[in-house]
């Protein structure tokens, strides 16, 4: 078996521990004869599963009492339009576009009120965030939106806005899980789960209480958060596999990696090899302000969009896989989330390092 680095956007890397866990109880869960991928959503042994995963992201996260949890299929992108059939009481919102999916979620909003785009980094083809401390909030606004990571930019908010009595809402699809987050600063966070928790097919959101109930009687009951977290997210069949592997991941940060600092340490020193690397030559550049730098999505391209090919090409068939940026964007992302080991990037770094030196 020869498994390779890969450093797709999503779905991407789990790690190893957890894959050979779900393995090892594939054909039988516990003792109860099936797969967790054959039993009924209603057996005790799957009740106890999604119990132990909500209970587990909520010591993992430390979110306060007065937040829901809840699992959504559909993904992140069903959430673009489920926050506004939620949460836009006032028929307004604000939202910052600094990338595509933030892009994405604003047009998704404005179908069903007046959405103000305060700030958009589109101007520099978004290698930055706006200033969320000179922004022009609306005060009646229902909510702020944000995209705490821009997946495809290789960019992080530096700092998030705070509006006295106006909730922040955030897809943190991209850098959930990799770091802490003082959750009580927001009044939704969602996130689809294939970028940094678990197989693709499944959106978490925790969601402030008082922001709950207040949906239109018209919204249909799947996209409506408080009937299905009314139902603890079983108001119809859950995606349980995904439930099951969010909460192996869970497991592996809180008892292998040992919880979200840590995490974050080691997030940390993998990007800064990648970006000392990449600040230390010519041939290799990175667009993104220094300051916003994701610590998860690593863009850069070389000199020309042939070598970028090839270097992709000889990345490849070398075991570095998924290293292409996204069409938007071109030249190469490496997405180097929890489950990229150390090693991956140091090794990455050296084949880049011997790509240079063939090709320059
Ligand atoms: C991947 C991604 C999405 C889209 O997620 P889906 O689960 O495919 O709908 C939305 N927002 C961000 C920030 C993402 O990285």
């Known amino acids: 078996m020869a498994r390779v680095y890969n450093f797709s956007a999503g779905p991407s890397m789990l790690p190893e521990a957890v894959l050979k866990k779900a393995q090892a109880e594939l054909l039988e869960y516990g003792a109860s004869g099936q797969s967790v991928m ?53 028929g307004k919102a604000d939202y910052i576009v600094s990338g595509n999916f933030s892009n994405l979620a604003a047009k998704e909003a404005a179908k069903f009120g007046q959405v103000n785009i305060i700030g958009n980094s589109k101007d520099k083809n ?9 922004l022009p909030y609306t005060p009646d606004a229902s909510y702020i939106h944000i995209c705490q990571t821009n997946t495809n930019f290789g960019t992080q908010c530096a700092e998030i806005p705070q509006v006295e009595g106006v909730p922040l809402v955030a897809d943190m699809s991209s850098m959930i899980l990799s770091k802490p987050v003082d ?13 940094n928790v678990a197989p693709a097919g499944m959106a978490i959101a925790i969601i402030r209480e008082d922001l709950l109930g207040k949906a239109a009687a018209n919204v249909p009951t799947m996209m409506n958060y408080t009937a299905i977290l009314d ?13 099951y592997m969010t909460g192996l991941v869970l497991n592996w940060l809180e008892n292998e990696v040992g919880g979200l600092a840590a995490m974050q340490q080691i997030n940390e020193a993998k990007a800064k090899v990648l970006y000392d690397y990449l600040d230390g030559q010519e041939f290799f550049t990175n667009p993104v302000e220094k300051p916003f730098r994701s610590t998860m999505n690593v863009t850069f391209t070389s ?23 996204h069409r938007l964007v071109g030249g190469m992302r490496a997405s180097i989330y929890n489950a990229m080991p150390a090693e991956g990037v140091d090794q990455l770094v050296q084949f880049m390092e011997d790509f240079r030196k063939a090709n320059a």
């Open 38 to 90: 054959e039993m009924s959503h209603r057996s005790k042994w799957f009740d106890d599963i999604i119990k132990e995963t909500e209970a587990a992201l909520r010591r993992v996260m430390n979110i306060p009492d007065n937040y829901k949890v809840g699992f959504f299929q559909g993904g992140a992108t069903q959430q673009f339009a489920m926050v506004p059939l939620n949460f836009m009481t006032t």
């Open 126 to 134: 978004f290698t930055y965030i706006p200033d969320v401390k000179a």
């Open 303 to 325: 000199p020309n969009a042939d070598l970028d090919k090839k270097f992709c090409a000889e990345a490849a068939a070398a075991g570095f896989v998924n290293l292409k940026g």
């Open 231 to 243: 139902k603890d997210s079983m108001y119809n069949t859950p995606p349980c596999w995904c439930i």
């Open 183 to 195: 959750v009580s600063k927001y009044g939704c966070i969602y996130f689809g789960v294939q970028k």
